[in-house]
Each structure stands twice: as C-alpha cells, then as structure tokens.
C-alpha cells in the first residue's frame, strides 16, 4: 500500500494566490518525520520544510507552511503569495521511526504559476 | 549546511559500457549515503543504501551487478551502472543521511544511453 499520497497531479494557480498541496501518509511508527521538497526542471531537489510527528505547531519556513493533522495522517504544504518561480515539482515524503534513514516519497504534484 | 557534491551533471553513453558516477559529501562525513533512481515524471524510488566499508543494500527489484555501489571512503560514495542499456537511462541522485530535520541531496545525474 503506498505510504505517502499526493492526489493532485496537477495544479494551476494565479500568481499572488495562496496554494495547498495535500498530502496524506500511512504508518504505524509513533515516531517519524515528514519533508516536503520542491524539485524544478533542473533535476534538484530543494528541501522546503520539516514536520517532526512530536511537534505540537505546525512547521514554517518564509513563504511555506505545512499544515500538520496528525489524527488525519495529513501533512498538506501551504504556499502563501505563489510567485512565477514557485513552477515546479513538489514532493511529500516520510521518514519512519528510528531503524533506519530510508525517505518514501509520494508521486509528486506538478504546480504551475500563472503570470 | 552539509552539501553533496554529485557528478556528473549529466552523461550520455554508449549501450553496452559502464558509467560511473560520484557523490561526495563535503561538510561532514556521510557513513550512509542513498542513491535514488527517478523516471521522467515519476518519483524518488529509493535502489539502494551504501554504508562505508561495507556492502549496500539493495532495494527489492534493484540489480546488484547492474548497479555497483562503493562506499570506500567516509566522505565518498559510487554508482556504477555496469553494460548500460537505454532502458537505464534515467535520472540519479544521491542523498546523505544529514540532520534528523533535513536531507541532503546530490544535485543529480541524467544518463542517457544511447
């Protein structure tokens, strides 16, 4: 069963305007990590932020927010006043536990900024 | 912060020879590294973890004597892609184990084998 989901492919937002990338994740661990990265055309991957499943307040980072819903197994990125250079690939993943380092990522969402 | 150094960018070969490809972490020493293989539009799917002075491990489905892993040395790790086939041409990246808040990432390598 996939551990992490992300359902919106694609998404088109005006830019200025405010955009939520869901992401849901499966585990049974009590312990574990959540990232989300942003990867453009170029291939690299740019970590955004980190939620720690101990955290009590959702983590910020600038422009990003991750809305943490830990009943809901959902770690959705919230992106405030998009801009231009926003366009690109967006991965949620998961780190489980502490028997290893292994990140599973989900499929990605394809985000493109509208001038 | 801690940086991966990948190279190459980029690599075009021919079918049937081998290429190699490195990441070296810089900052800090890196006793795991991760090498990660991604189709175009397609995600992350994790090949294998390489651990200094000893053998990776693969993931399942990953064949180990298409894909070479080294782990020689605390701060190097390498991936040969050993009699490439264009069915191998894919995008390669690496990730070092970093802090418990972040992972840090190879800036990739694209092969195409032709």
């Known amino acids: 069963a996939q551990k992490i989901t992300q359902t919106q492919p694609g998404m088109f937002v005006q830019e200025k305007e405010a955009v939520t990338l869901d992401c849901t994740y499966d585990?049974?661990?009590?312990?574990?990590?959540l990232f989300w990265y942003k990867q453009p055309s170029s291939g690299e991957m740019i970590f955004l932020i980190y939620?720690?499943?101990?955290?009590?307040q959702n983590a910020t980072e600038g422009r990003y927010s991750l809305n943490f819903q830990k009943a809901r197994k959902s770690a959705n990125l919230v992106i405030s006043a998009s801009q231009l250079g926003d366009s690109a690939m967006y991965f949620c993943?998961?780190?489980?536990?502490?028997?290893?380092?292994?990140?599973?990522f989900g499929k990605g969402t394809r985000l493109h900024i509208l001038p | 912060g801690a940086v991966v150094s990948q190279h190459p960018s980029w690599v075009i070969c021919k079918s049937g020879t081998s290429v190699k490809i490195e990441c070296r972490s810089l900052?800090?020493?890196?006793?795991?590294m991760f090498w990660y293989r991604q189709f175009p539009k397609q995600s992350l799917m994790l090949m294998a973890t390489?651990?200094?002075?000893?053998?990776?491990?693969?993931e399942q489905g990953v064949e180990k004597d298409k894909f070479l892993i080294n782990h020689a040395s605390l701060t190097l790790s390498t991936l040969t892609v050993t009699s490439a086939h264009p069915e191998d041409s894919s995008f390669y990246i690496c990730?070092?184990?970093?802090?418990?808040?972040?992972?840090?990432f190879g800036q990739g390598t694209r092969l195409t084998v032709v």
């Open positions: 585990t049974s661990d009590q312990s574990y990590g």
């Open positions: 900052d800090f020493q890196a006793t795991t």
């Open positions: 990730r070092d184990t970093g802090v418990n808040t972040e992972a840090f």
């Open positions: 390489s651990n200094e002075g000893s053998k990776a491990t693969y």
């Open positions: 993943a998961m780190r489980e536990g502490q028997r290893d380092d292994k990140i599973i």
């Open positions: 939620q720690g499943s101990y955290d009590e």
